[in-house]
């Protein structure tokens, strides 16, 4: 069955350095997603993309973060800048179609943040 | 706004244990509603979902109905097996693309 993949696993990083998480969704899924979950929290929507630019976002994502599609396969979540406060588990799910057709999202097994 | 609380766990319940897992959601308009499970070193996988009122979900001998007079979407299960521990989300989602979730219920059965 296709998956959601997501690289690394975990990632400690200092605090101001830029971290780059990955993600390949399912290959035939036309749009993407990030979320998050700081320990203890709820899980949280950061962003969605579709053809290439973003189609909705949340108060968290801000200039901070940034999401690409370098090519046909990976999609990215880049934090510029990291802070403390970004340490948690970052998911990855993709879906077929979006908008009112409330396509199932499938996510991937996420990759845990720990900034120092 | 739209929210989900969902119970607390950790919950540990002996292998054939009836599981209840409650779930109430705050909401505008008519969203649909879903359980995830995410077992060990996995990512999220839907377990069942329903998308309008009264309507049940059901997969795996888990069940859980949409209750749009108490708000609500308890996951219920009548006899948990140990492969069934995992944590399990509850969530909901508008017309659009955003899911708004649950903090999650860790779920262990002991033999």
Redesign the interface.
């Given at each position: 069955e296709p998956?959601?993949t997501?690289t690394p696993s975990h990632q400690v990083t200092q605090m101001g350095q830029e971290v780059i998480l990955r993600c390949v969704p399912i290959s035939n899924h036309l749009?993407f997603?990030w979320?998050r979950?700081i320990l203890?929290?709820?899980?949280?929507?950061l962003v969605?993309f579709y053809n290439n630019e973003i189609?909705?976002k949340?108060e968290i994502f801000d200039d901070q973060f940034s999401v690409e599609r370098p090519d046909g396969s990976n999609f990215t979540l880049k934090i510029r800048s990291t802070k403390l406060e970004d340490s948690a588990m970052y998911?990855c799910?993709s879906s077929l179609a979006?908008?009112?057709f409330?396509e199932?999202?499938?996510?991937?097994?996420?990759t845990r943040l720990l900034v120092l | 706004g739209n929210s989900?609380t969902q119970m607390e766990g950790p919950v540990t319940l002996s292998e054939e244990a009836f599981l209840t897992i409650n779930c109430t959601y705050t909401a505008t308009g008519y969203p649909?509603l879903f359980w995830?499970v995410q077992y060990p070193?996995?990512?999220?996988?839907?377990l069942l979902?329903a998308?309008k009122a009264d309507d049940k979900g059901s997969n795996k001998g888990f069940e859980a109905t949409y209750r749009k007079e108490t708000t609500s979407f308890h996951l219920e299960k009548g006899s948990v097996q140990v492969s069934d521990s995992a944590v399990y989300?509850c969530?909901l989602?508008q017309?659009?693309?955003?899911?708004?979730?649950?903090?999650?219920t860790s779920l262990t059965v002991i033999p």
């Open positions: 998956e959601v997501q749009y997603y979320y979950q203890g929290q709820k899980v949280e929507f969605s189609s909705e949340s998911f799910a979006g908008g009112q409330q199932t999202q499938y996510f991937g097994p996420g | 989900v649909s995830y070193g996995e990512g999220l996988q839907l979902k998308t989300f969530a989602r017309p659009g693309n955003q899911f708004y979730f649950g903090t999650g």
